[in-house]
């Protein structure tokens, strides 16, 4: 991937440049770029963040045992308050994995501030809709078990419920406890 983008940019240059784990395979390249362009329309002023990729040649991944094809991406919750959009704990680079959120979405160091849930199902949507034009699908999205009904309360996210993207239905309760600063996406070629 490259570090940024028009609204985009890779969320450690630690991890990006020293621990080289922002490679993927190139299709999933294909589609996040795509991904993020649709979102210029659909979620205009909005930026995002890119978290784990890959390996660059793959392989095994300190804390992420499951990025080593290529085909595992993790992203940023967009996050905001009632004036809009939060960009402050997004430059805690490594440090945002430990970021915890209760169970509504709510930071726990600052409780005005939440999950942007609505714009994370639209990022979500983009997603669906850019790995299908490039020969791939969603197999698996992981995010936190007790965020999921916030997700799919708001209107893009009853799409992905119609759509029938599959959540990670249970998860181990370390693994569940990680997926709240960041959502983990599977894809799948077709
Ligand atoms: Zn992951």
């Known amino acids: 991937m490259p570090f940024r983008g028009p609204n985009f940019s890779c969320f450690s ?11 993927t395979s190139s299709r999933v390249h294909a589609a996040l770029i795509e991904a993020y362009s649709i979102c210029v329309s659909t979620c205009p002023g909005r930026h995002f963040r ?13 804390l992420h ?21 939060v960009y402050r704990y997004a430059r805690l680079g490594l440090w945002h994995y430990l970021l915890q959120f209760d169970d509504d979405g709510k930071l726990k160091l600052s409780k005005g ?17 850019a790995a299908l034009q490039n020969g791939l699908s969603i ?11 916030d997700l799919f309360a708001t209107p893009s996210g009853q799409e992905l419920l119609r759509r029938g993207i599959y959540f990670a239905q249970a998860l181990p309760p ?15 070629l077709r």
């Open 113 to 129: 501030t939440s999950i942007d849930f609505e714009t994370m199902a639209q990022h979500l949507l983009a997603l669906d809709d």
């Open 65 to 85: 045992r499951t990025h080593q094809n290529g085909l595992s991406a993790d992203f940023m919750v967009p996050l905001s308050n009632r004036k809009g959009p």
């Open 174 to 188: 370390g693994v569940n406890a990680m997926h709240d600063d960041h959502y983990h996406v599977d894809f799948g």
């Open 13 to 23: 240059p630690i991890s990006y440049y020293l621990l080289d784990n922002a490679y």
């Open 50 to 62: 890119v978290m784990e990729l890959s390996n660059k040649g793959g392989g095994s991944m300190a």
């Open 139 to 149: 197999k698996k999205v992981i995010l936190k078990i007790e965020l999921k009904d």
